[in-house]
């Protein structure tokens, strides 16, 4: 049956920015909650629930390629309330926790549900919208987007102090549902019909091949590494803020400070890509991530840095995380046109399965100190160059080999 509903284009950006909010709100309220829950579970050790974000990107990478495959199949809304719906199931167990386990049971099933609104928001805008109207309403999402990191850990403060951590899921429990009935009833259906495919796994195997024998893997790689950093530093931003630098209070807004690093990065690299290329500026950042690193740790050495050194140094890494996050995505899915829906999927899964684990190793580390996140930065860095040269030298000899004459 034809979906008739219509929407005007602002209603219909601001319930795609509603959908990837969601996500946002789920990572970065809870951040301000940890200490809580480790007094409230008695954990001895305080590294165990930093587990709970990294385990729901783990959650969120492996189900994108799941709800990217569904989504072409049955259409893009009843695979968001497929999502949704699992989504606000992993909170009612995390409300309902009596134990860490079970909390990250429910961080797990959340972050499963999350891969909806991550993978089918940007299928969404692709179904509707093309050219300079697609780079506009994919303008307004992202600002959405880099903004909801800088409000949520405050408003998970607030809430805290008037209330528990356990309110926090009820919270998004009400913001899912909200989100549910806001698609069910304002949303039209973007996939239309005659587009809608057969999950085939012949074509699928294929795809997931291709993306392999491309350079996209290497993009992919690199992308996954600093990822995982960037996860430990959410992870152990709360302890580091409240406990190293003994901020307590003013947590919520050096974090808030700090997220907007990698807003303004998408802004400067959007005027910036065409003049110098993603290549350029993806290089460009990996180096300076490297170099910041040493006079960092040398500081380390001798002295507990200050807490403006260490603000420094978070704002200019999260600065050039913020440039690689675009250039290595488009990067990666510049050879995969014609796979688009499925290559993306295949990105955040195979990114989220590199970034989990090396995000849990670094944090297994941490002890009351800086130099875990710093080394981490250093290393993938390195490996990073490593990859990025490598490739781009085989591109390079691919390219003049091709040039010669027969």
Excluded at 196 to 216: A, G, P, R, W, Y
Excluded at 265 to 278: P, R, T
């Amino acid at each position: 049956m034809k979906d008739k509903k219509k929407i005007g284009f602002i209603e219909f950006m601001a319930c795609v920015a509603l959908l990837m909010a969601l996500v946002s709100v789920t990572i970065n309220m809870l951040l301000p909650a940890f200490q809580n829950i480790t007094t409230d579970f008695q954990l001895k050790n305080k590294n165990q629930i930093h587990l709970s974000i990294s385990l729901l990107y783990l959650g969120l990478g492996i189900s994108q390629l799941f709800y990217g495959v569904l989504s072409d199949s049955i259409g893009r809304k009843p695979t968001i309330y497929s999502g949704l719906v699992l989504f606000i199931f992993g909170c009612i167990i995390s409300y309902k926790s009596s134990n860490l386990i079970t909390l990250l049971i429910g961080q797990i099933i959340q972050g499963l549900g999350l891969g909806a609104p991550r993978a089918i928001s940007i299928a969404i805008v692709r179904d509707k919208f093309e050219g300079s109207q697609m780079a506009k309403v994919m303008s307004f999402i992202m600002v959405i987007y880099v903004l909801t990191p800088t409000v949520s850990p405050i408003l998970g403060k607030s809430i805290i102090m008037i209330s528990d951590w356990r309110t926090l899921f009820v919270i998004y429990i009400i913001f899912g549902v909200f989100i549910f009935l806001l698609f069910k009833y304002r949303m039209p259906e973007t996939l239309v019909k005659e587009k809608q495919k057969k999950i085939v796994l012949k074509h699928l195997m294929k795809s997931t091949n291709e993306v392999f024998k491309k350079n996209s893997l290497s993009y992919i790689l690199i992308l996954g590494l600093y990822s995982g950093v960037f996860i430990t530093y959410l992870n152990l931003s709360q302890a580091i803020f409240e406990f190293q630098y003994h901020l307590e209070e003013q947590y919520p807004y050096y974090f808030a400070f700090l997220a907007l690093s990698i807003g303004l990065a998408s802004f400067i690299n959007g005027k910036l890509v065409n003049q110098l290329g993603m290549k350029r500026l993806t290089k460009a950042a990996i180096v300076n991530s490297i170099c910041i690193v040493i006079p960092f740790l040398i500081t380390n050495y001798f002295i507990t840095p200050l807490l403006w050194v260490f603000v420094v140094f978070m704002f200019v890494q999260l600065f050039n995380y913020g440039l690689l996050i675009g250039n290595l995505s488009a990067l990666a899915m510049q050879p995969l046109g014609h796979i688009a829906g499925l290559g993306a999927s295949i990105v955040g899964t195979v990114s989220t399965l590199v970034s989990v684990p090396l995000s849990i190793f670094i944090g297994s580390f941490y002890n009351n100190s800086t130099v875990p996140i710093a080394v981490g930065f250093f290393a993938v860095g390195t490996v990073s160059i490593l990859i990025f040269n490598f490739v781009n030298r085989i591109h390079k000899n691919e390219k003049q080999y091709n040039q010669q004459p027969i």
